[in-house]
């Protein structure tokens, strides 16, 4: 059996879930798990009316779910040629509508949003998309069976980052969805979305719907996971700054995890722990033309080479330095206590004997973080940066690396270099003003010139 998952640009539309629909046909004898994204932008939206309503702003919030469920009925009405399934769906919407509006007015009387109650609106995106999904394959003849993610993918309680619990998950995969696969039907379900030992929706994580797909391919012991997406595969560099990328036919796990890490959209950086854990391959697919794309699995990285150039834009730069020179590592300590309370991602740190700096998301910066901090020393932070990422294998051994790289940088200015740590990537943190220049001239310079 295969997993097969369609993001949100993959079915944002009637043109995209025609072509969901015709893709999943001719994969049809490898009894797919088919997992759906809610449709592009429907989880902003979400997000919108529950920020919306939390300002007590209940009929705004309303406004704004008529629009999305109308984006909903639009697609129904033009995709499904039978007035059956179209009311069937159309009675589900209705009684989604319903529920958000109870929650709503929950959020709009008390002026207050939690992460639970967030998760519990923002879950509705994916279980529509699939809803619809569901109903058009079995317009179209095959026997595919909606399946509410709530019967299997059991998570913890980390509202809006969940993580799975997969003997549970694995245990209900088993149980709940391996006899329709063995019975010959298609299983339709979502991304995205789980649900607590308690019985709440919980969110993983924004495009997080990879990360579902690979925990689902993990748990039944899948042959391929396949991702659908806008894109050929993995790409040398972002085609939307870099012009003649190229597209990488395969990659092993650690390079593709390393990508996704440092910012990669084709992936979402959870993605390849699952699988490769069970040496389950991963295939990249673009929908809109389909072809071979990018093969993820275990190869040969033995040998030297540049893979890609991963940008990740909004980044800031954190220094602490400490109050009083006493213990170094009780002061190392104390940051990374107050970096993992606040739950902060790092990119990349780098220590002198008295000093630190991590480098993350700007959205994390918080006037809480820099408060505990300030407790242990003295905080600067710079914003307008970016990271530059070359991810390969045994990059210390590529000849002429860093003379490349720096040749094409010329007079910009870096910030903060991290390379060593691992063999698989070089970090560079650059202001941003001249970011999208300085990745053009590295690309050429570590692939037009063979240095890759």
Same mark, same amino acid.
């Given at each position: 059996?295969?997993?097969?998952? $369609?993001?949100?640009?993959?079915?944002?539309?009637?043109?995209?879930?025609?072509?969901?629909?015709?893709?999943?046909?001719?994969?049809?004898? /490898?009894?797919?798990?088919?997992?759906?994204?809610?449709?592009? /932008?429907?989880?902003?939206?979400?997000?919108?009316?529950?920020?919306?309503?939390?300002?007590?702003?209940?009929?705004?919030?309303?406004?704004?779910? +008529?629009?999305?469920?109308?984006?909903?009925? &639009?697609?129904?009405?033009?995709?499904?040629?039978?007035?059956?399934?179209?009311?069937?769906?159309?009675?589900?919407?209705?009684?989604?509508?319903?529920?958000?509006?109870?929650?709503?007015?929950?959020?709009?009387?008390?002026?207050?949003?939690?992460?639970?109650?967030?998760?519990?609106?923002?879950?509705?995106?994916?279980?529509?998309?699939?809803?619809?999904?569901?109903?058009?394959?079995?317009?179209?003849?095959?026997?595919?069976?909606?399946?509410?993610?709530?019967?299997?993918?059991? +998570?913890?309680?980390?509202?809006?980052?969940?993580?799975?619990?997969?003997?549970?998950?694995?245990?209900?995969?088993?149980?709940?969805?391996?006899p329709l696969l063995e019975q010959g039907r298609?299983?339709?379900? /979502?991304?995205?979305?789980?649900?607590?030992?308690?019985?709440?929706? &919980?969110?993983?994580?924004?495009?997080?719907?990879?990360?579902?797909?690979?925990?689902?391919?993990?748990?039944?012991?899948?042959?391929?996971?396949?991702i659908w997406t806008d894109v050929d595969g993995?790409?040398?560099?972002?085609?939307?700054?870099?012009?003649?990328?190229?597209?990488?036919?395969?990659?092993?796990?650690?390079?593709?995890?390393?990508?996704?890490? $440092?910012?990669?959209?084709?992936?979402?950086?959870?993605?390849?722990?699952?699988?490769?854990?069970?040496?389950?391959?991963? @295939?990249?697919?673009?929908?809109?033309?389909?072809?071979?794309?990018?093969?993820?699995?275990?190869?040969?990285?033995?040998?030297?080479?540049?893979?890609?150039?991963?940008?990740?834009?909004?980044?800031?730069?954190?220094?602490?330095?400490?109050?009083?020179?006493?213990? @170094?590592?009780?002061?190392?300590?104390?940051?990374?206590?107050?970096?993992?309370?606040?739950?902060?991602?790092?990119?990349?740190?780098?220590?002198?004997?008295?000093?630190?700096?991590?480098?993350?998301?700007?959205?994390?910066?918080?006037?809480?973080?820099?408060?505990?901090? /300030?407790?242990?020393?003295?905080?600067?932070?710079?914003?307008?940066?970016?990271?530059?990422?070359?991810?390969?294998?045994?990059?210390?051994?590529?000849?002429?690396?860093?003379?490349?790289? $720096?040749?094409?940088?010329?007079?910009? +200015?870096?910030?903060?270099?991290?390379?060593?740590?691992?063999?698989?990537?070089?970090?560079?943190?650059?202001?941003?003003?001249?970011?999208?220049?300085?990745?053009?001239?590295?690309?050429?310079?570590?692939?037009?010139?063979?240095?890759?």
């Amino acid at each position: 059996m295969i997993v097969m998952k $369609f993001g949100g640009t993959s079915n944002q539309d009637v043109a995209a879930m025609r072509r969901v629909v015709k893709i999943v046909h001719e994969h049809r004898s /490898q009894a797919p798990v088919v997992v759906i994204s809610a449709i592009a /932008q429907a989880t902003n939206q979400l997000e919108m009316i529950a920020r919306t309503a939390a300002t007590g702003d209940r009929e705004g919030a309303e406004e704004i779910l +008529t629009d999305l469920f109308a984006r909903h009925g &639009t697609i129904i009405d033009n995709l499904l040629t039978s007035r059956a399934n179209a009311r069937e769906i159309e009675g589900i919407i209705h009684e989604y509508v319903s529920e958000i509006k109870i929650l709503v007015q929950g959020v709009a009387a008390l002026r207050e949003l939690t992460p639970r109650t967030t998760d519990a609106i923002c879950s509705y995106g994916e279980r529509l998309s699939s809803r619809i999904v569901a109903a058009a394959l079995r317009e179209s003849g095959l026997d595919a069976v909606w399946i509410d993610a709530k019967e299997f993918m059991i +998570t913890d309680d980390r509202f809006g980052n969940a993580r799975p619990l997969m003997s549970h998950t694995s245990r209900l995969l088993h149980s709940t969805v391996l006899p329709l696969l063995e019975q010959g039907r298609i299983a339709v379900t /979502q991304g995205f979305i789980g649900i607590t030992q308690t019985g709440r929706y &919980t969110t993983m994580g924004r495009e997080s719907s990879d990360y579902s797909a690979s925990i689902i391919g993990a748990g039944l012991n899948a042959r391929l996971v396949q991702i659908w997406t806008d894109v050929d595969g993995i790409l040398t560099a972002d085609p939307r700054i870099v012009e003649g990328v190229r597209k990488i036919n395969e990659i092993s796990f650690e390079e593709a995890f390393e990508l996704s890490y $440092f910012g990669a959209k084709v992936l979402h950086p959870s993605t390849m722990v699952p699988v490769m854990e069970k040496k389950i391959s991963v @295939q990249i697919l673009n929908s809109t033309q389909p072809g071979s794309g990018t093969l993820v699995s275990i190869m040969d990285d033995s040998s030297p080479r540049v893979r890609s150039i991963v940008v990740k834009n909004n980044v800031v730069a954190l220094r602490c330095a400490p109050h009083e020179r006493n213990d @170094q590592y009780l002061f190392w300590e104390g940051i990374y206590n107050v970096l993992n309370r606040n739950g902060i991602p790092l990119s990349a740190i780098a220590t002198s004997e008295y000093g630190f700096i991590g480098i993350f998301d700007e959205r994390y910066l918080t006037d809480g973080l820099q408060g505990e901090l /300030q407790t242990l020393g003295t905080t600067s932070v710079e914003k307008g940066l970016s990271s530059l990422c070359i991810v390969g294998s045994r990059l210390p051994e590529v000849k002429a690396l860093m003379a490349s790289v $720096f040749a094409a940088l010329g007079s910009a +200015t870096v910030r903060m270099i991290s390379f060593g740590a691992s063999e698989r990537s070089l970090l560079l943190l650059l202001q941003s003003e001249n970011i999208k220049g300085e990745v053009q001239a590295v690309h050429r310079a570590l692939f037009a010139a063979g240095t890759a």
